[in-house]
């Protein structure tokens, strides 16, 4: 993950990029002092989340933000100052949070809490990351997994919308499937098995007698977070849903 710290005083820019490591150990943070510099590197490093002051010299953080988001538009916005009257206009344009200094890292952390992004989450960037909101999409190590046929995603599709509940195969090939054939589903299941374990991943799924289902201590899923009240996947969630499948429901 690389995070951007911008703030024109050097004192309190390396306060910043101290409380940064410390809440995200492993990190790499670039810090600067000005915004030039800052814009700079912007075409040579992707940013995950930026961390801005408001008064920066010739170019206040809204407009900074705003220079940013044009080249990563989905780039997490957080802003650190010590004036509340950009508040508005720093919500406007998407920001995750707003921090009054003194930065701390307990700041840090809640902004952190707060983020858009789920690729912020280094469980999906380092194994299996399932993705509903929007379009379902399967990822390893940050990666699309291009293993799956159409038929053997739309099953861990499934699976996942049932969130860890058992479901037997006649349940599956009416809702997804429109048909009752068992050696239609056995093949469907084959091809999702060798898709998981091609990438070392067969135990993300749990399996019964006649029956299949996702197993959430193994995978990473912006849908499973949302169940469990994480803050950042209720702020990524906008609405749409495994868009592809019809049978997937149209709100949470």
Same mark, same amino acid.
């Given at each position: 993950m690389?995070?951007l710290?911008?703030?024109?005083e050097? /004192?309190?820019?390396?306060?910043? @990029?101290?409380?940064?490591r #410390?809440?995200?150990?492993g990190?790499?943070?670039? *810090?600067f !002092? %000005? /915004?030039?510099?800052?814009?700079? @590197?912007?075409?040579?490093? #992707?940013i995950?989340i930026a961390?801005?002051?408001i *008064?920066? !010299? %010739?170019m206040?953080?809204v407009?900074l @933000?705003?220079?940013?988001?044009?080249?990563?538009?989905?780039?997490?916005i957080?802003?650190?100052?010590g004036?509340?009257d950009?508040?508005?206009?720093a919500?406007?344009?998407?920001?995750?949070d707003y921090l009054?200094?003194?930065i701390?890292?307990?700041?840090i952390?809640?902004?952190?809490?707060?983020?858009?992004?789920a690729?912020?989450?280094?469980?999906?960037?380092q194994?299996l990351?399932?993705?509903?909101?929007?379009?379902?999409?399967?990822?390893y190590?940050g990666?699309?997994?291009?293993?799956?046929?159409?038929?053997?995603k739309?099953?861990?599709?499934y699976?996942?919308d049932?969130a860890?509940?058992?479901?037997?195969?006649?349940?599956?090939?009416n809702?997804?499937f429109r048909?009752n054939s068992?050696s239609y589903?056995?093949v469907v299941?084959?091809?999702?098995?060798?898709?998981?374990?091609?990438?070392?991943?067969d135990?993300?799924l749990?399996?019964?007698?006649?029956?299949?289902g996702?197993?959430?201590?193994?995978?990473a899923?912006d849908?499973f977070?949302?169940l469990?009240?994480?803050?950042r996947?209720v702020n990524?969630?906008?609405?749409?849903y495994m868009s592809?499948y019809?049978?997937a429901?149209?709100?949470?």
């Amino acid at each position: 993950m690389r995070i951007l710290a911008v703030e024109d005083e050097v /004192t309190l820019l390396r306060h910043l @990029a101290n409380r940064i490591r #410390e809440a995200l150990p492993g990190a790499e943070v670039l *810090a600067f !002092d %000005n /915004t030039e510099d800052a814009l700079a @590197a912007l075409p040579e490093k #992707e940013i995950t989340i930026a961390f801005l002051d408001i *008064a920066i !010299d %010739n170019m206040n953080g809204v407009d900074l @933000a705003k220079r940013i988001k044009a080249v990563y538009p989905d780039c997490d916005i957080v802003f650190c100052t010590g004036y509340g009257d950009y508040a508005v206009q720093a919500f406007n344009l998407g920001a995750s949070d707003y921090l009054m200094k003194p930065i701390t890292k307990e700041k840090i952390e809640h902004a952190l809490s707060m983020l858009r992004r789920a690729s912020v989450n280094t469980v999906a960037e380092q194994g299996l990351y399932i993705r509903c909101f929007g379009e379902f999409e399967v990822f390893y190590q940050g990666e699309p997994v291009a293993a799956f046929t159409k038929r053997s995603k739309e099953l861990l599709a499934y699976l996942v919308d049932k969130a860890g509940a058992l479901c037997s195969s006649a349940d599956i090939c009416n809702a997804i499937f429109r048909t009752n054939s068992d050696s239609y589903f056995r093949v469907v299941k084959k091809d999702l098995n060798n898709a998981l374990a091609g990438i070392g991943q067969d135990e993300a799924l749990i399996r019964d007698w006649g029956k299949l289902g996702i197993n959430r201590n193994r995978v990473a899923c912006d849908y499973f977070a949302y169940l469990d009240g994480d803050p950042r996947a209720v702020n990524q969630y906008k609405g749409v849903y495994m868009s592809q499948y019809d049978w997937a429901r149209k709100e949470l």
